[in-house]
């Protein structure tokens, strides 16, 4: 069956991905745009959630606790979207590190919360940290060259 030619003014989908020969791109811009801010929203809000929880300890839920998750979701989203920013300009090197710092941190501040020891939180920051900067970095030098720049 032989497909109809598109006609001027008529909208296709994008069947090519953002490098030469890369997979095909699925979603259209719009997607993308919502999806640039709604990840880490959904993201800051779950973390939020679960460092409040963490430190009521199952107690009850009261204002503050409520008001405490809030400030943790917002934090977390900026900083999110601050490394999300900056990170892709860095060498692949940095550029792993400062996810990793990024999850450790982020980590160690969810196990404190939960009445742990700090050293104990510092141990878990800094094992999160180390495994994540691995995988980041093993990604990153396999899918750019030594200036950043996205290879095939």
Not at 12 to 30: C, K, M, S
Not at 77 to 103: N, Q, T
């Amino acid at each position: 069956m032989a497909h109809a030619a598109p006609t001027p003014g008529m909208r296709t989908p994008a069947l090519t991905g953002p490098r030469a020969g890369g997979p095909p791109d699925v979603f259209g811009e719009r997607t993308h745009a919502v999806m640039k801010w709604a990840v880490p929203v959904a993201l800051g809000l779950v973390y939020g959630y679960w460092a409040a929880a963490n430190r009521r300890s199952g107690g009850p839920i009261t204002g503050w606790n409520v008001l405490f998750g809030l400030v943790a979701a917002l934090v977390f989203i900026a900083l999110y979207v601050a490394v999300r920013a900056v990170a892709p300009g860095l060498r692949r090197e940095v550029h792993a590190l400062l996810w990793a710092a990024f999850a450790g941190c982020a980590t160690g501040f969810l196990v404190n919360q939960s009445g742990s020891s700090t050293l104990y939180s510092a141990g878990v920051s800094l094992a999160v940290a180390a495994g994540f900067f691995a995988v980041m970095f093993y990604r990153y030098y396999t899918h750019e060259d030594a200036e950043g720049h996205r290879i095939g």
